[in-house]
Structures are given as structure tokens and as C-alpha cells.
């Protein structure tokens, strides 16, 4: 945006300016990194008074730097200099409250010298909560600046997958089958898991191994069930076959490769199949996104036929609802956004937005082709001409393979910052699946994805009761 000031000599007494700004929870954050105040009081995730919520206030000075930015904006604008400044305060301003602040022109006088009357007004009860007078230096000649030259910043929280921690730990711990552990990160995957409420482990593997490592990495086993295992294989099975008999909700990797994971589960007799098609749901929390981003299948299906692309969608929609998602928005992703009979990608698209139409998906809003660009950017989808529900605004990605979905979310997770967890979805028990280099955030929120969606289920099967 182009920023024109006004000259001294085009002021006048009682000329006034504001600006409106939104505090958000990433502007405390920004405060804190850039001023070096880290007074708990001003940031998102403390409590001080011990009233059980955080206490989120807005620094006195990021409401006075709120002045500062009209004084050097708008009224002089750019050019102007700071003389000096008195402020009194009257209130406080909060994590999501809309604030408002005005400068007025009191005095001009010799050398460009400007009087001002200044005040941030909190526009939730139109309090004034900042009332102060300001001297600046107004440049004497018209400038202008184009502030989009200014480099943008990105803070790496994760308010997404702090949201969906929360709605877990409320909810039942699931027992877990952990599927041969006998790996440091893997068995510590999953006692933090435990730690946070979220499962009950059941180790299954070589138990005296077990204990031994957990004697390495300092973890207290006490009250943790142990199951004996003499290979990779064997605790696999045995997992799958605890969750046939309901003896555990959900079953976690620990140290092993996925197709030995997965290849009992798969058995058409004795597995847990459920008439869909296994796939994988990445669920990323981005910096910057307000909503949790689903991608799939990542993980699972190499090249996915168009029957199998049915439960994909399918099942990233299901796992859409146990977020949260009522009606999921759907993005089936191709290199273009118009179908074309020589890209394959584009025509698996249009045939899944038409059966989502008639029926034959349900559960959310589906359509395709759309390319990455229109699929997740408003800008870019209305320049391109597309319009739609989902179009821009995209909340589960479905991409054409598998190498499309490896590559997009360690692309988001790497140069994005982006959180990534996931989950198995079409068993009849979520699939924990974690990988050797997956952070402690990626094993606990996978965790409590898992219990997310057997709670969602257990709700959908009381109310068909």
C-alpha cells in the first residue's frame, strides 16, 4: 500500500487520523521476541493471577506503539519525528480485542513542530484505555512509501494442534497396542503419550528388552502392561489380534517397517477391515492458517486408482468431522484446475466432485480439479475465475500419489514450519503412524487424532442407537 504524508504546511488544528488494528494472540508474541519483555503477563500461554486462563494483556507499549504507527503512517505520515510523548492508562487491551488509535492535531508551531492530542480506544465498550499528548518533527515536504516493500513475518505457534490437545486430554484415554518399541524414540513416543492422557500403552515385544531400555532412557514402567513378542511380525498380529477381541482402541507403530505393521491388519479373515481401502491422513498445523490442513494419502498409496481416491476422500472427511470440521471443504488437487483428458490427475478429479455431488462421498464439500494455488489462496482462485465453496479456502488436500503427498507435507513442515501428525484411517481401530523422525509433537497429536476420531465414532454409533 502507498503511504502519502501531509506537510507541515498542509496541517491544520483539529485534523485528525486513526487507525484500527485487531490484537491478536501472534502479536504478543511478537512483542515479546522483539522487545525482549517476556513478562508472562503479555503472553498467550500464561497464567500469573492463577484464575485458570491465560492472561493475554497487551504491553503498554504495544498500545503506544499503536500512536506511534499513525503519527508515522498517516498524521504527519512518513517523514514525521517523535519529540516526545506523555501517556496515561486507563484500561487494558486482551488477545482478540479490536482496538483503535487516533491522534488529533492541538498546536503548529515555529520550525514543523506539531502538538497532538492522542488516545487507543478498546472498541469491544468504546473505553479509552490510553489517553496521552504527542510532539513530532512533521516533515516539510510530500513524501510517499509503499509499505508493501517490507519483508513479512511468520510466528511459529501452533494454536491448531494446542486446540486439538485440549478437546483430547478431556475425553477417555485410549488403551494402545504399541507394536515392538524396542527403539528409544519409539518407546518414548509412546509414554509421553500416556503422560499427556491420552493412552493406556500396551507394549507388545521383546519384554525383557523393554524394560531394559526403558532403564536407558530413565522411563518408569511401573503400571505399564507389557505383552510378549518374539518378532516384528508376532507383535503385529498379536496387536490385531487384541483389537478383534476389543481388548485395545487403537494401535501405534513403535520401531518397525509400516507394511509389517499393516500387512495383518490387512488379512480379509482374521485383519480389521472394515470395506474401505487403508489410507493415511496427514493433519498439519501451519503457522499462519486458522484451520487444521489435511493431506492425503501421503503415506499409504502409491498411485491410487480412482475407486481407491473414493476412500481416500472418504476417509479424510471422517477424520475432518472428528476435528471438528462439520462440513469438510475438499480440494482434489491436479497440475491444472481445468479437466483435461491428458492428464489423469484431472479427470480422477472431476469424477470425484461429480459422485461427491450425487451421493456417492459424503460428509463434506468436494471439488476438482484445483490446483495448489486456487485450491488454498482466495487471490489466486478469483484471478483464475473460480469461484465455489472450496475454491481458496481449502481444508483437506487430496493429492494425486503418493510422491505429491510426501513431498507437499515435508515442503509444509520444513520450509513452512508447519506441525505435521497422522493417522491410518479405513481399520477398525485408528493406525497410529509414526515415523523415527518425528518430533514429540507429531507422536502426542497423532495420539490424540486417535482419540478424536473413536470418540466421533463411539458419538455416531449412540446416536444411530
Not at 188 to 210: D, E, N
Not at 308 to 337: C, F, M, W, Y
Request: glycine residues 8%; aromatic residues 2%.
Amino acid at each position: 500500500m502507498i503511504m502519502k504524508n501531509f506537510p507541515f504546511d498542509a496541517l491544520h488544528i483539529g485534523q485528525t487520523a486513526e487507525l484500527r488494528r485487531l490484537c491478536t494472540t501472534e502479536d504478543l508474541f511478537v512483542f515479546a521476541a522483539a522487545t525482549g519483555n517476556h513478562n508472562p503477563m503479555h503472553l498467550p500461554d500464561q497464567d500469573v493471577d492463577g484464575d485458570g486462563k491465560a492472561d493475554t494483556t497487551a504491553s503498554g507499549i504495544f498500545l503506544a506503539a499503536m500512536i506511534s504507527a499513525v503519527l508515522g503512517n498517516v498524521l504527519p505520515g512518513p517523514g514525521a519525528l517523535y519529540l516526545s510523548q506523555e501517556l496515561s492508562f486507563k484500561g487494558h487491551a486482551y488477545a482478540d480485542d479490536e482496538l483503535l488509535a487516533r491522534v488529533t492535531v492541538t498546536g503548529l508551531g515555529a520550525g514543523g513542530i506539531v502538538d497532538l492530542d492522542t488516545q487507543v480506544i478498546r472498541l469491544r465498550d468504546r473505553a479509552v484505555i490510553v489517553q496521552g499528548k504527542a510532539q513530532v518533527q512533521a516533515p516539510l515536504v510530500p513524501l510517499s512509501f509503499d509499505d508493501g516493500d517490507l519483508p513479512g513475518l511468520v510466528v511459529h505457534t501452533h494454536r491448531q494442534f494446542d486446540a486439538i490437545l485440549k478437546r483430547a486430554k478431556a475425553l477417555p484415554a485410549l488403551r494402545t497396542a504399541v507394536v515392538w518399541p524396542d527403539e528409544a524414540q519409539a518407546l518414548q513416543g509412546a509414554l509421553l503419550a500416556q503422560s499427556h492422557g491420552l493412552i493406556l500403552p500396551v507394549l507388545i515385544g521383546p519384554t525383557a528388552r523393554l524394560r531394559a531400555l526403558a532403564v536407558e532412557i530413565g522411563a518408569d514402567l511401573t503400571g505399564v502392561e507389557l505383552q510378549e513378542a518374539a518378532s516384528e511380525q508376532a507383535a503385529a498380529e498379536l496387536a490385531v489380534a487384541l483389537a478383534r477381541k476389543g481388548d485395545v482402541q487403537a494401535i501405534m507403530k513403535g520401531h518397525l517397517h509400516t507394511d509389517v505393521l499393516l500387512r495383518p491388519m490387512l488379512d480379509r479373515a482374521t485383519g480389521l477391515r472394515i470395506g474401505r481401502r487403508f489410507t493415511h491422513v496427514f493433519v498439519l498445523d501451519v503457522p499462519g492458517l486458522g484451520h487444521p490442513l489435511l493431506v492425503s494419502d501421503g503415506a499409504i498409496n502409491i498411485a491410487p486408482d480412482l475407486t481407491t481416491k473414493v476412500d481416500i476422500v472418504q476417509n479424510a472427511i471422517d477424520l475432518a468431522h472428528s476435528l471438528g470440521i462439520s462440513r469438510p471443504k475438499v480440494a482434489i488437487l491436479s497440475a491444472v484446475e481445468t479437466v483435461t483428458p491428458d492428464m489423469p490427475s484431472s479427470m480422477d478429479a472431476a469424477a470425484l466432485s461429480k459422485m461427491a455431488e450425487r451421493g456417492q462421498i459424503t460428509g463434506g464439500l468436494v471439488d476438482g480439479p484445483l490446483a495448489m494455488d486456487n485450491a488454498v489462496n482466495m487471490a489466486a482462485a478469483r484471478t483464475k475465475g473460480i469461484a465455489g465453496a472450496v475454491a481458496g479456502q481449502a481444508e483437506v488436500l487430496v493429492v494425486p500419489n503418493i510422491d505429491a503427498g510426501n513431498i507437499l507435507v515435508k515442503l509444509l513442515t520444513h520450509l513452512a514450519h508447519a506441525e505435521a501428525a497422522g493417522l491410518v484411517m479405513g481399520a477398525s481401530v485408528p493406525v497410529i503412524l509414526t515415523s523415527r523422525a518425528d518430533g514429540p509433537v507429531a507422536r502426542v497429536v497423532s495420539a490424540a487424532l486417535a482419540v478424536l476420531h473413536m470418540h466421533a465414532k463411539a458419538q455416531v454409533a449412540i446416536a444411530k442407537d
